[in-house]
């Protein structure tokens, strides 16, 4: 048999002399990948022989991810290059690759991009290729021109969002950029915060060259980090004033809703009259109204 032929083994007949156990969430993108683009690269497995006691079929020597993941999708056969190796040497080749496999480099991804890009392929299409979105494609490529070598690590890597790696990549200053990317990472702040924060430096520069001179430049300047931490403290005001906010609002409520009734009470609203206390706040008169409006 060539060495190089490809043919298609039943997978029930294939033994995993080295099994090892797999990361579930790669084990999904090599699932994902297979379902969109096909198996890429056939596994490789070496022929029983007769004389070593066992039941016809194959041992498989590197490919138990590929295997796994055909039987996630349902398939019942595998493409296969089949060797001519001993045992031992079965045994060998697998504990070799476990061995051997080794998380590849964020950045090798971007070298593929690259390669693609250079050979005249379009981001849809090099997205295709690699199961990846093609704006993600764009993004990553907009990162690596920009020189953003640590967003882009990031980013491929997973810690951040590419969408919040592009917008701390639209920082002014890589002390900006290094403290945005910090809060983000230990979720001081959301992609919303980060734009706002953004904003903030934008305007101070802009009022800055307007009205202060450049000794007022000086003492007013404020590192990255103090405006972060001044941009957190702001946020917690607000959040306190809406919680203020919504407590008298439902103080508010239980107000009208007493007075209402009061009002509905003849004896009450005379002796109002009496002591010439008829008059309510049109506010109050609005909210009644409304009430009542509700009510029928």
Known sequence: MNNNEIIMIPIDRIRVLNPRPRDKKKFELIVQSIKNLGLKKPIQVSQRSADEGTEPGYDLVCGQGRIEAFLALGHKEIPAIVVEVSREERLLRSLVENMARRVPHPLALMNEIERLKAEGYSNVEIGKKLDIADDTVGGYLALKTAG???LLDAAINGKIPLGVAMDIARADSPELQRELLKAYESKELNQSAIRTVRRL?????????ERDTDADKKKSRTNAESLINTFKRESQ???LMVKKARLCDAKLVIIVTALGKLLGDENFFNLLRAESLADIPQYLQDKLAGMKKEAT
């Open 201 to 209: 430096v934008d305007q101070r520069r802009f009022i800055g060259k």
């Open 237 to 239: 005001k607000q959040k």
């Open 148 to 150: 953003e070598e640590r």
